[in-house]
């Protein structure tokens, strides 16, 4: 019998990843391991039980007169009053003064000669009205059967110590979230290069692919932590009956959410990239210091300068600092409704050029192991 030819299986060929696929694959890769990290995990949820203490203790703070005010309910504190009024409240524990009507208790008020003073007329149940030179007098207040309207003659606007605060949370939220991933980002960088993992990957996509990769995977959990820490910050506010601060906050915590997504991504690419310089774990703290630099002058800056208007003005627009400067100016009002936007503007231009550079020394230093490489022939190729 003659032997029927035999047909050789055609073999198809593996499609190529797309870019968009390829950083996909990396950034799904980040993601995951770090979710598997226990200490990832357990850290995450201290930052945000700190969070939702620190919450809870400036809601008990404001509602105790913590943070300003006159919170006293003793005879060292001079009210003023009407007579058609002195009958009913002389038996309120306060230093009283007698007046002929409200324009006379809002001289006293303005010219500090009394505390406060309480006037008929509001609008609330009570019908009586509290005036304050620019504090609420919260002893006053709180002596009261019922909640008095309130008004504020000289309003000194945001309380100094509340701003301070939310300085200080704006400026830990930034460094804590971009310290821990921008870490993770070269030590992820610094591994595989050692192990020669990074070998293996560059086969099937690109050295800039990974780099994107990496970026927008340690972004999603950056941002996603942010995120988390906004929402359980606003769930606190709510049950301690800080809605009025809430809705002061609410621009500002707004814009420091996308401000922080772009700003870590031209931090992420920085990380990268220096730490592609190096091929052990040890070295990842001397060649990543100036980005740690970065991170750290914002958060110290930002509490410093809380109250100064221009110091704040330029933090604003510089691209590593404007993800706290501007949102401390939002919340004080001295930002125009425009410049959030030219903020952005600035950082998206930064972002560019940053990961233009990034993505060079990142390509033609990711497979020279050995020796540091020297940054300027890293760019030079």
Same mark, same amino acid.
């Given at each position: ?7 050789? #299986? ?24 770090? @979710? ?9 949820? *201290? ?16 509602? /105790? ?72 007098? @919260? ?7 019922? &909640?008095?309207?309130?008004?504020? %003659? ?12 939310? &300085? ?8 804590? $979230? ?9 030590? /992820? ?16 996509? $690109? ?11 340690? $972004?999603?959990?950056? %941002? ?52 592609? @310089? ?10 990543? /210091? ?7 002058? #914002? ?12 110091? @704040? ?7 590593? $600092? ?24 600035? %950082?998206?231009?930064? *972002? ?30």
């Amino acid at each position: 019998m003659n032997a029927q030819p035999r047909t050789m #299986p055609t073999r198809t060929a593996a499609r190529p990843l797309s870019g968009a696929q390829g950083a996909w694959l990396v950034a799904e890769r980040e993601i995951t391991t770090r @979710l598997r990290s226990k200490a990832f995990l357990i850290s995450t949820g *201290i930052l945000l039980l700190l969070v939702l203490a620190s919450v809870l203790f400036s809601g008990f703070m404001a509602k /105790s007169g913590g943070f300003g005010g006159f919170g006293g309910s003793d005879e060292s504190t001079t009210v003023a009053t009407t007579h058609e009024l002195a009958d009913t409240v002389e038996m309120l524990p306060f230093d009283w003064r007698t007046v002929d009507d409200r324009a006379a208790a809002e001289r006293l008020v303005l010219d500090g000669e009394v505390d406060a003073a309480v006037v008929p007329g509001g609008d609330t149940p009570l019908d009586l009205t509290v005036l304050a030179k620019d504090e609420a007098p @919260l002893g006053v207040i709180q002596s009261l059967t019922a &909640a008095p309207s309130v008004e504020l %003659l000289e309003p000194s606007g945001t309380n100094p110590a509340l701003a301070y605060i939310i &300085a200080i949370g704006f400026g830990i939220v930034f460094m804590m $979230s971009a310290v821990t991933f921008g870490t993770t980002i070269a030590q /992820s960088v610094v591994e595989e290069k050692q192990t020669r993992i990074v070998e293996i990957l560059l086969a099937t996509v $690109s050295a800039r692919t990974m780099l994107a990769g990496k970026i927008l995977g340690n $972004s999603v959990l950056a %941002l996603a932590q942010v995120v988390a820490i906004a929402s359980l910050a606003s769930i606190g506010m709510l049950a301690t009956g800080q809605d009025l601060l809430l809705g002061e906050l609410g621009s500002s915590l707004i814009w420091f959410g996308i401000l922080f997504a772009f700003g870590f991504v031209l931090l992420a690419g920085l990380y990268a990239a220096l730490a592609s @310089l190096v091929s052990r774990q040890e070295d990842i703290g001397s060649v990543t /210091s100036p980005v740690m630099m970065l991170v750290m002058l #914002p958060y110290v800056a930002v509490i410093i300068f809380n109250d100064n208007p221009q110091a @704040l003005a330029i933090m604003s627009y510089i691209p590593f $600092s404007a993800p706290v400067g501007m949102p401390m100016r939002l919340y004080l009002g001295t930002a125009e409704w425009w410049e959030p936007i030219l903020s952005l503007g600035i %950082l998206c231009l930064a *972002i560019a050029a940053v990961l233009w550079i990034g993505a060079r020394i990142y390509s033609n230093s990711i497979l020279r192991t050995g020796a540091r490489v020297k940054l300027a022939d890293a760019i030079r190729g």
